[in-house]
């Protein structure tokens, strides 16, 4: 098949179907269930998860590049859904509600698309792996806690994570001992299937063992909540009902449900393109991410992306390419058709514990221990706050969630990032250098690290790890120039530029004015090692001329002493003093 229509089946094999089925028969076991209660989180009826998963599988088929990926409704995109449509939903209206949810996902499509069409799949880039896990976890806890009242049977509260743990701990009183048991042992059960036998479907299993408790014994009659009337057959197809107005307001947050989505999908697209020996294509992935949502708002479904945990659930089942999603969809559809009627008598409870379970692995809090042990030691001492650049943002982007809400905790997790980021870059380690062995080609460490080798008399070697750039010029040459003044009859100042990848014409024109410092107190400034970048930009801001530069340190350790009252090199002027 070719592959601008449907990267993901190039090399398909017939042998391949038997597994696809197989596995495409437990994805929908386990997709059914989820997108269920994921519409709930949304706060739309359950049957629009079911409606967005048929298109969104269907058409992510043709032009993802993945062959694992699975994309239907997702709990941090269907609680992101939930807080943006109810910034602009008006009060008291359901089915303006029902209508602006479908517009997310119709506006989120046509930003994905227009992402991919631009090529911008570099965008994943920007929302790290460490704002992504702080991100992630912020949203499991508050998900988690939104879910908690179904799972007690008591009045469900608004706000932040904060707010809504404040109503569970003052409602604690009017439990509902029904809902409970029914909750905590669905709960209890799905955790001890996923523990023990995780290749059965336990979210079906327990949705089905629960519909048939509800009929045998007439629980809904006893005050337990069930789900309900759920529309069957097919989904109206078209445009919802809104303005022009209504799809512009959502346009803007549909960036971030996009790039959350994005960024998820991205990540289980490549986990498993790596077991499997093949390549992902970002910007086909915000294609297929485009249409897959696009699909599912003309179906009147929900937002959608790539599913961390049913691709996993599809690779263990043997899925070989996106025929197993193509089976999920049919499945979907004779679910929508014939089956809708069963699971009328869902238990809210059990959709809270289908959640629950399904989020509670996403708690990571593991991840943030490591992040902080990562950077600590000799590298704290070095970048202090900075050295934890990965822990702090993922602080910042669970904070950020449980206190201001799922959006804005994104954007707070990649704004202190960069910032953290920008910070580091302007104060890089600067190193002293002494060297080891015998010339030639002697190995050069930093003193710091082995206190035990002398640096050679007259001689400053230093390397900074960092490109150098605007953000850092003034501090680079500050900072050599304190460790010059240090050095007792000091002829030469070596840059090791090995560590160096690139330089901007700012930190060149201080490259001079270095030189020309050191040289008013008789020092020669020496360059070593660069590399081809470096020396471009260097030639080209006449600072490359011999022999400032050379090609190791020892040659540069070597080079003579200059006298203040030389000019500069490659300049005809006297040297400049600070």
Not at 238 to 243: E, N, Q, R, T, Y
Not at 504 to 519: E, G, P, W, Y
């Amino acid at each position: 098949m070719p592959r601008i229509l449907a990267p993901s089946y190039v090399g398909f094999r017939g042998s391949w179907v038997r597994h696809d089925v197989i596995a495409g028969l437990t994805v929908w076991a386990v997709l059914v269930p989820e997108s269920l209660a994921y519409a709930g989180l949304a706060g739309v009826p359950p049957v629009t998860g079911l409606y967005a998963a048929v298109p969104s599988l269907l058409l992510y088929s043709l032009l993802g590049t993945s062959r694992h990926l699975v994309v239907s409704p997702m709990s941090a995109t269907a609680a992101l859904s939930a807080g943006v449509v109810a910034v602009v939903a008006p009060k008291g209206d359901p089915a303006a509600y029902i209508a602006l949810s479908t517009t997310l996902a119709l506006a989120t499509g046509v930003v994905a698309l227009a992402a991919g069409a631009l090529r911008l799949g570099f965008l994943a880039s920007f929302i790290s792996e460490p704002v992504l896990k702080g991100f992630i976890i912020g949203m499991a806890l508050t998900i988690m806690i939104g879910q908690v009242p179904a799972l007690l049977g008591i009045e469900k509260g608004h706000g932040n994570f904060f707010e809504k743990l404040a109503s569970v701990i003052t409602h604690l009183g009017g439990v509902d001992l029904l809902t409970i048991a029914v909750g905590g042992g669905c709960l209890a059960l799905v955790l001890v299937l996923k523990r023990f036998i995780p290749l059965l479907p336990g979210s079906l299993l327990v949705a089905l063992a629960s519909i048939g408790a509800v009929f045998l014994f007439d629980l809904d009659k006893h005050g337990l909540e069930i789900v309900g009337h759920i529309d069957s057959g097919l989904p109206h197809l078209g445009l919802p009902d809104i303005s022009g107005k209504d799809f512009l307001d959502l346009l803007g947050p549909s960036i971030g449900v996009m790039l959350l989505g994005f960024a998820e999908g991205l990540g289980a697209a490549k986990t498993y393109a790596a077991k499997q020996g093949y390549s992902i294509d970002p910007n086909r992935e915000l294609l297929g991410l485009g249409v897959a949502n696009l699909g599912a708002g003309l179906a009147s479904g929900m937002v959608v992306n790539g599913s961390l945990s049913k691709t996993a659930v599809n690779g263990s089942a043997g899925a070989k390419s996106q025929v197993s999603a193509i089976t999920a969809a049919l499945l979907t559809v004779v679910t929508l058709l014939f089956l809708t009627g069963l699971f009328q008598k869902l238990p809210e409870a059990t959709l809270a514990a289908v959640v629950i379970a399904a989020v509670l692995e996403l708690i990571d809090f593991r991840a943030l221990r490591r992040l902080w042990r990562v950077q600590s030691g000799r590298v704290a001492k070095i970048y202090q706050l900075t050295a934890r650049i990965d822990f702090v943002a993922a602080v910042a982007a669970l904070i950020g969630v449980l206190v201001f809400d799922t959006l804005p905790g994104l954007i707070i997790g990649i704004a202190v990032s960069l910032a953290l980021l920008i910070a580091r870059t302007s104060r890089p380690h600067i190193a002293s250098l002494a060297p080891v062995g015998d010339e030639p080609n002697r190995l050069w460490v930093d003193i710091s690290r082995h206190p035990g080798n002398p640096s050679l008399p007259g001689v400053l070697a230093v390397r900074v790890e960092s490109a150098l750039l605007f953000a850092n010029a003034d501090y680079v040459r500050d900072r050599i120039n304190e460790l010059a003044a240090d050095v007792d009859d000091l002829r030469v100042v070596v840059l090791d530029g090995r560590s160096t990848p690139l330089i901007d014409l700012t930190a060149a024109s201080m490259l001079v004015q270095l030189r020309a410092d050191l040289n008013a107190r008789g020092v020669e400034l020496v360059l070593a090692g660069n590399v081809g970048r470096v020396r471009d930009v260097l030639a080209t801001a006449e600072v490359g001329s011999e022999p400032l530069l050379r090609t190791t340190l020892d040659e540069a350790a070597d080079s003579p002493s200059r006298q203040p009252a030389d000019p500069s090199p490659g300049t005809g002027d006297p040297p400049r003093s600070e």
